[in-house]
């Protein structure tokens, strides 16, 4: 589902600010590059439909373990419901923390999301 991605925005940001856009595969989500259209794999993977040159100059959407695999081992993800701590405005909420304790969590309902804004976080961007 959308939920699993990081929205066109972000996916922009995350590429202007030098997340690894990975070689086109199996079950990946791309946003052409003025963002009008989704591109999802398979399907237009094939030589029947431009084959993988239709991804030239498309932007990557990773999901939440792509950009947790690009943080690193330090960092983590939990669901918390109902969280009247962190998000009480909020029913359900996605937050990435790291083991350093002078890191503050990021939150958002996206778990994608969360894991992007701690990527921004942790690379300064």
């Known amino acids: 589902t ?13 590429k ?7 070689k086109p ?34 932007v990557f959407a ?3 373990p792509d950009i947790l695999r690009e943080l690193g081992s330090s960092f983590s993800m939990f669901f918390r419901e109902e969280d009247k701590v962190f998000e009480p405005e ?8 790291c083991d350093s304790l002078f890191v503050k969590p990021n ?3 996206n778990p994608a999301e969360a894991a992007a804004l701690a990527w921004f976080e942790d690379n300064g961007k």
Not at 5 to 10: A, L
């Open 90 to 97: 909020r029913e359900s909420v996605f937050i990435v923390t």
């Open 107 to 109: 939150i958002h309902e």
């Open 25 to 58: 595969m199996f079950f990946q989500l791309w946003y052409s590059p003025n963002g009008e259209s989704e591109i999802r794999l398979p399907y237009y993977i094939s030589p029947l439909f431009g084959g993988a040159s239709m991804i030239y100059n498309s």
């Open 16 to 22: 202007e600010a030098g997340f690894p856009q990975p």
């Open 2 to 14: 959308k939920m699993n991605f990081v929205s066109y925005e972000t996916a922009v940001r995350l």
């Open 62 to 64: 990773p999901t939440a």
